[in-house]
T-cell receptor, first 112, second 116 residues
Framework: GENVEQHPSTLSVQEGDSAVIKCTYSDSASNYFPWYKQELGKRPQLIIDIRSNVGEKKDQRIAVTLNKTAKHFSLHITETQPEDSAVYFCAASGGSQGNLIFGKGTKLSVKP | EPEVTQTPSHQVTQMGQEVILRCVPISNHLYFYWYRQILGQKVEFLVSFYNNEISEKSEIFDDQFSVERPDGSNFTLKIRSTKLEDSAMYFC??????????????FGEGSRLTVL
């Protein structure tokens, strides 16, 4: 089945800097890659997603890139703000299992 | 904006007791899911449900777990005889399209289960 690896597990940046979180997946049939933000004690909320027919997608300060050949995808946050501090999860689905499989999460801390 | 709602928000139970967690998915959604998150760990898939039957389940979803859609709105997760390791946040989710068609998941706020 699908396995998703996520790095780093923690990331600390200064306000205004960029943050990059990377994920790899194992099932080459996976075709949907969402990113979720989870604040402490809250539900995961979708912030951006990308499908396998697209290499890059951007939404204001957030962008996601996908390299299907290498089976990895990344989240890029520019001009980080303290309110970006949260745990970010990548996920993959659409492969043989079909269901969303999550990475272990990255705790992002943005220092003012 | 429509939301997935879950009850209870927190339940404390004794080991060996039965627990039922309830969810009301978004009304026009067809696919329903349960995920769990042990404190500080990743979100793990438990089960997906479509057309009144389980479509997929993970190895976590053993015989102690069951799901049901008793009426047109509720979707429940039952744990028959809780163990200490069942302590976790349980998230219900729903989507219009199934995962195989890459439908976006909408999560509920979660039900925190504490087994003593």
């Amino acid at each position: 089945g699908e396995n998703v690896e996520q790095h780093p597990s923690t990331l600390s940046v200064q306000e205004g800097d960029s943050a990059v979180i990377k994920c790899t997946y194992s099932d080459s049939a996976s075709n949907y890659f969402p990113w979720y933000k989870q604040e402490l004690g809250k539900r995961p909320q979708l912030i951006i997603d990308i499908r396998s027919n697209v290499g890059e997608k951007k939404d204001q300060r957030i962008a996601v890139t996908l390299n299907k050949t290498a089976k990895h995808f990344s989240l890029h946050i520019t001009e980080t703000q303290p309110e970006d501090s949260a745990v970010y999860f990548c996920a993959a689905s659409g492969g043989s299992q079909g269901n969303l499989i999550f990475g272990k999460g990255t705790k992002l801390s943005v220092k003012p | 904006e429509p939301e997935v709602t879950q009850t209870p928000s927190h339940q404390v139970t004794q080991m060996g007791q039965e627990v039922i967690l309830r969810c009301v998915p978004i009304s026009n959604h067809l696919y329903f899911y349960w995920y769990r998150q042990i404190l500080g760990q990743k979100v793990e898939f438990l089960v997906s449900f479509y057309n009144n039957e389980i479509s997929e389940k993970s190895e976590i979803f053993d015989d102690q777990f069951s799901v049901e859609r008793p009426d047109g709105s509720n979707f429940t997760l039952k744990i028959r005889s809780t163990k200490l390791e069942d302590s976790a946040m349980y998230f219900c989710a729903s989507s219009v399209l199934g995962q195989i068609n890459t439908g976006e998941l909408f999560f509920g706020e979660g039900s925190r289960l504490t087994v003593l």
